[in-house]
């Protein structure tokens, strides 16, 4: 619903080409109004991704003359999120830990993939919601490591997520294998935490970001991983798709975070 809705939408507009872009009716209206503003035709369906991606599909099959484009699922979109990995690398050679947020996984497996092939030292820290940690469990399960049983209960709150755009039910399949190899350690955060991390972005370093970018901040300053001081850590902050209200939100949940905090 974010960057790669807007990103389709305007390449199709350059091309001359009709878009539709299927998101789930919980979609920000931020998201939503600025596809519509790359042209494209915008189709709300069920209450989440998967809802909405399952529409799009079948739509698909009803229309051969259609081409589906993938938000995660698909080795090229995986191929050009693995580009940010390159820039990071070009910008900060010695960097320790780079900390991305995993919705489908494409993010992660593209960026992840791109690190561990030119810099295998680096640690890829995988940052799950804790409204929605369906890949971050199957990622512990998988790995027969131990994981904090207090999310799957916290997962059940009839919430619509801050990290929106991280709010996946289930693992993408093409996606899921890369995250297994190369990301080394797998986090939840909280809403608050996360509403936390987006004031702290806002009033500290004058950076809007949306739940799930903010979700990899949240995951360094509130410690969900252990590392050493002075270690040089990368957050992938991906997607400034908030709307006001919402940040208003957070800025006052975290007024005293922000007082007691010293960053």
């Not at 872009?21 to 998967?50: L, N, W």
């Not at 369906?134 to 999310?151: H, I, M, R």
Request: with cysteine; proline share 5%; glycine share 8%.
């Amino acid at each position: 619903a974010g960057n790669h809705s807007q990103g389709c939408s305007l390449s199709a507009q350059l091309c001359g080409m009709k878009c539709i872009v299927y998101m789930p009716q919980t979609a920000p209206g931020s998201k939503v109004r600025a596809t519509q503003h790359y042209g494209a035709e915008v189709r709300q369906i069920g209450q989440s991704f998967d809802e909405a991606n399952e529409q799009c599909i079948k739509d698909c099959q009803a229309n051969p003359d259609w081409t589906f484009v993938p938000p995660f699922d698909c080795n090229e979109v995986i191929a050009g999120q693995g580009t940010i990995g390159l820039e990071v690398l070009e910008q900060v050679k010695d960097v320790d830990y780079i900390v991305i947020a995993v919705g489908g996984g494409g993010l992660a497996a593209g960026v992840g993939t791109a690190i561990k092939t030119l810099s295998p030292k680096t640690k890829v820290i995988a940052v799950n919601a804790a409204l929605r940690p369906a890949t971050y469990l199957k990622y512990k399960q998988e790995k027969k490591l131990p994981y904090d049983e207090s999310v799957i209960e916290y997962s059940k709150k009839p919430l619509k997520p801050l990290a929106d755009g991280i709010a996946d039910i289930n693992p993408g399949k093409v996606t899921f294998p890369y995250v297994l190899k190369v990301v080394d350690d797998f986090v939840v955060v909280s809403e608050e935490e996360i509403a936390n991390a987006i004031a702290l972005l806002g009033e500290r370093m004058k950076i809007i970001v949306e739940g799930a970018g903010a979700s990899t901040v949240a995951a360094v300053l509130f410690k969900k991983f252990e590392y050493p001081k002075g270690a040089k850590i990368v957050c992938v902050t991906s997607g400034g798709n908030i709307e006001l209200s919402r940040f208003s939100e957070c800025c006052e949940i975290s007024k005293d975070f922000l007082i007691k905090t010293n960053c």
